[in-house]
C-alpha cells in the first residue's frame, strides 16, 4: 500500500497540528498503522498505532496529548497533536502493515510514507 502523509508545520508551544496519512488508490482496512517520528540526530521513534481492529496504541511521551484514529471508510488515519512541546519537533512518518502485533517496532511495518516535518518553537 503507498501511503502519503501531511499535515506538518511550524506551530508554537502548546499548539496543535493534526497529521494525516491516506492510502493510495485503496482503503487501510485489515491494515495497521503506525506513526513514528525522527528527530535531528536521534533514531527513528514509535509515537501512536492503530489496529485494522481500531485498538489504539500510543508511546508514554505522548500519552494524553495525541490520539491516533481513523476516519469511517478506513481512507486516512490521522495523528492529532495536542499541547505540543519543542521535543516534538521532527520528521513525522506513517507506515502500515498487514501483520498485528508489535506495532512499537518500526522494522516490521512493510510500507512507508514520505515524512511530513513538525516544527514546534519555543
Known amino acids: 500500500v503507498q501511503l502519503q502523509a501531511c499535515g506538518g508545520g511550524l506551530v508554537q508551544a502548546g499548539g496543535s497540528l493534526r497529521l494525516s496519512c491516506a492510502a493510495s488508490?485503496?482503503?487501510?482496512?485489515?491494515?495497521?498503522v503506525g506513526w513514528f517520528r525522527q528527530a535531528p540526530g536521534k533514531e527513528r521513534e514509535f509515537v501512536a498505532a492503530?489496529?485494522?481492529?481500531?485498538?489504539?496504541y500510543l508511546a508514554t511521551s505522548v500519552k494524553g496529548r495525541f490520539t491516533i484514529s481513523s476516519d469511517n471508510a478506513m481512507t486516512t488515519v490521522y495523528l492529532q497533536m495536542n499541547t505540543l512541546k519543542p521535543e516534538d519537533t521532527a520528521v513525522y512518518y506513517c507506515?502500515?502493515?498487514?501483520?498485528?502485533?508489535?506495532?512499537?517496532?518500526?522494522?516490521?511495518?512493510?510500507?512507508w510514507g514520505q515524512g511530513t516535518l513538525v516544527t514546534v518553537s519555543s
Open positions: 507506515a502500515a502493515k498487514y501483520y498485528s502485533g508489535s506495532y512499537d517496532y518500526s522494522g516490521r511495518y512493510d510500507s
Open positions: 492503530i489496529s485494522w481492529s481500531g485498538t489504539t
Open positions: 488508490g485503496r482503503t487501510f482496512s485489515r491494515y495497521n
